[in-house]
């Protein structure tokens, strides 16, 4: 598997992506975890019901409702939403924890979509086999210290998500890629692109 970056062993930094409108606040303010437009509107519902499935052998610190997301790399082919913003974060590797992203992602349409007319069933799902889903989630997860041994990160169906449970200052926040439409611009190719 070839990926985007250097292996963290190396880098010492995890990847963030965040909506260009959030990029002033976050250059700014550095990161916390409710302070982007989309975490109400998109993701705090579907947070709730993760963290109430929580089992018992999960440290009481790690609450992904507190959690700001990483990504300990990206597949060489990986897609990018345009208008957004790729950073490379600085993290303390105690206060973070990982999880198996693509079994979160396996319940977040029917999660979206359970009180649209039409998609009622998906309320059945969620009270049946997604609750299966999201216990193999937290029962596969682990400290981020814990994966750096044993890399689950690098099997093949483990996407793993970081959860970064403290606030990301700024001074440990740097901007690696702005997405367009159509191109993905490092900071010097951005503004020579765009300086007259």
């Known amino acids: 598997m070839e990926f985007l970056f250097d292996d963290y062993t190396k880098t010492k930094r995890v990847y963030h992506v965040v909506s260009l409108k959030d990029l002033g606040y976050v250059m700014k303010n550095g990161i916390s975890y409710d302070d982007k437009i989309t975490y109400i509107t998109k993701y705090k519902g579907f947070h709730d019901y993760i963290e109430d499935l929580k089992t018992d052998k999960i ?22 939403h345009s208008h957004s913003a790729l950073l490379s974060l600085k993290i303390n590797e105690d206060k973070c924890w990982i999880a198996n992203e693509n079994l979160a992602n396996e ?36 400290s981020f210290k814990d994966n750096l041994k044993v890399r689950r990160d690098l099997s093949e169906y483990y996407d793993a998500e970081i959860l970064i449970t403290n606030h990301i200052p700024k001074e440990d926040i740097k901007v690696l890629k702005i997405y367009s439409d159509h191109n993905a611009f490092s900071l010097d190719e951005f503004r020579n692109y765009f300086t007259l």
């Open 59 to 80: 440290p009481s610190w790690v609450d992904r409702k507190k959690s700001i997301f990483a990504s300990l790399n990206f597949k060489k082919n990986h897609y990018f």
């Open 107 to 142: 319940i977040y349409e029917p999660f979206a979509l359970k009180n649209i007319e039409g998609f009622e069933y998906c309320n059945k799902y969620l009270d049946t086999k997604a609750k299966d889903v999201i216990t193999r989630y937290w029962d596969t997860s682990l």
